[in-house]
C-alpha cells in the first residue's frame, strides 16, 4: 500500500519513543471533530466500525512491522502505539492486530489511544483491553461542554463516552490513564474552572484510572480560536485534581532514555512524511525521531517544503512542520 501503516519512532511526552501503527490511514476519519486535534478537521466523522472504509488489515500491520524491525532494533523502542489518523477502534480488527504485535514483538509494551467513545461496544471493548496502556480522552464533565469541544458524531454522548470508560475499568488487561485537554476558546476557559474541575473529580473518581493526565494544547489547533493554558493555570488544575485522585500528573516534556543503539531511516523523505501524516512536528522532534543528522533532516525539509508537499506555521513561538493537504 502507498501510505505506511507503521511510522515513527516518534518522541512522545508521554511514552518516550513510540513506534506508531496506524489502523485508519489518511484522510482523518473519526467518532470526534475536536476543536484542538492536531490533524485538523475531521474528513471523515462516523459512528461505528461498520461505516469504516477498512484500508488496513491484521497482515499489513504485521509485513510492515516486520520490515520496520529488519532495520530498527526494539530495545530502542518504548513503546509500540495504536493511535495515527483518526480514532483506531473504529478498524474492527485492532484486537487481532494487538495480539499480532505482541507476538512479533513480545518485549515492547502496547499503548492505545483511544477517544472511548466506541468502548461500550462490546466487540470494541474486548479488542482496546488487549493494550498493555490504554490511554483514553476524557475532555468535558458535562454534556453541554463535550459537545462544543469534541463535536462528536450523531448518537455518541458523555454518558456513553463514561459507559465505555466504566467497562474498560473492569476488562483492562493493563494500565488505564485518562488524559484530559484543558484548552481556551476565543481567550475564555472552557473546562478548567474550579467548578469544572470538582466535576472532573467526581466523575473520574467513579472510573478511578491509574493515572490521570493535564494537557493542554502544544501543536497548532484544528481551530485557530483554540488556545492553550499556562503552567501556573495546569498546575492550579492539577492541584485541583489532586485533591481528590491519585496518579495526576502535567503531561510534560521528558527527555527520551538513553540508548546504546540508533534506529537507522526507513528512507528519510518516507520517514518524515509519515511521522508528518500523524502530526505536525518541531524541527528537533523530527530529527530525534528519524535518528537522522540534523542537516540531512534539513535539507530534506528544505526540498519537501520547495516541493509543496510540506509548509510551516508558527505556534506559540515555536516552527512546526505540517503536510500540504491537497484537494
Not at 484522510?27 to 490533524?39: E, G, V
Amino acid at each position: 500500500m502507498s501510505q505506511s501503516v507503521v511510522y515513527g519512532p516518534v518522541i512522545s511526552w508521554r511514552l518516550g519513543r513510540s513506534l506508531g501503527i496506524d489502523p485508519i490511514l489518511p484522510p482523518k476519519t473519526c467518532t470526534f471533530d475536536c476543536i484542538y486535534c492536531q490533524l485538523g478537521r475531521t474528513a471523515h466523522k462516523i459512528a461505528s466500525p461498520d461505516e469504516l472504509e477498512l484500508k488496513v488489515h491484521v497482515e499489513d500491520v504485521v509485513s510492515e512491522l516486520r520490515r520496520a524491525l529488519e532495520i530498527l532494533n526494539p530495545s530502542f523502542i518504548d513503546y509500540i502505539t495504536f493511535s495515527g489518523c483518526g480514532e483506531p477502534t473504529l478498524n474492527p480488527e485492532l484486537g487481532d492486530m494487538i495480539e499480532a504485535v505482541r507476538r512479533l514483538c513480545p518485549d515492547v509494551p502496547i499503548a492505545l489511544l483511544t477517544n472511548a467513545s466506541l468502548l461500550w461496544l462490546e466487540p470494541v471493548l474486548k479488542g482496546a483491553c488487549k493494550a498493555d496502556f490504554l490511554i483514553a480522552k476524557l475532555d468535558a464533565a458535562d454534556e453541554a461542554l463535550f459537545r462544543t469541544i469534541n463535536r462528536p458524531v450523531r448518537g455518541i454522548t458523555l454518558d456513553k463516552v463514561v459507559e465505555g470508560l466504566l467497562m474498560a475499568r473492569e476488562e483492562a488487561r493493563g494500565k488505564l490513564a485518562i488524559q484530559v485537554m484543558f484548552l481556551r476558546a476565543d481567550g475564555r476557559l472552557l473546562n478548567g474552572s474550579p467548578a469544572q474541575v470538582k466535576a472532573f473529580v467526581k466523575l473520574l473518581r467513579e472510573i478511578r484510572p491509574e493515572q490521570v493526565q493535564v494537557n493542554t494544547p502544544t501543536r497548532p489547533p484544528a481551530e485557530s480560536y483554540v488556545s492553550p493554558l499556562g503552567a501556573d493555570e495546569l498546575h492550579s488544575i492539577t492541584d485541583g485534581l489532586s485533591s481528590g485522585l491519585e496518579g495526576v500528573e502535567v503531561v510534560a516534556w521528558h527527555p527520551p532514555r538513553a540508548r546504546a543503539v540508533s534506529p537507522k531511516p526507513l528512507g528519510l523523505r518516507r520517514a518524515i512524511l509519515s511521522i508528518l501524516e500523524r502530526r505536525p512536528c518541531r524541527f528537533h522532534e523530527l530529527c530525534m525521531s528519524t535518528g537522522a543528522e540534523p542537516l540531512a533532516v534539513r535539507a530534506e525539509l528544505d526540498r519537501l517544503l520547495s516541493d509543496g508537499l510540506l509548509r510551516t506555521k508558527n505556534y506559540q513561538g515555536e516552527r512546526f512542520f505540517i503536510i500540504e493537504k491537497r484537494g
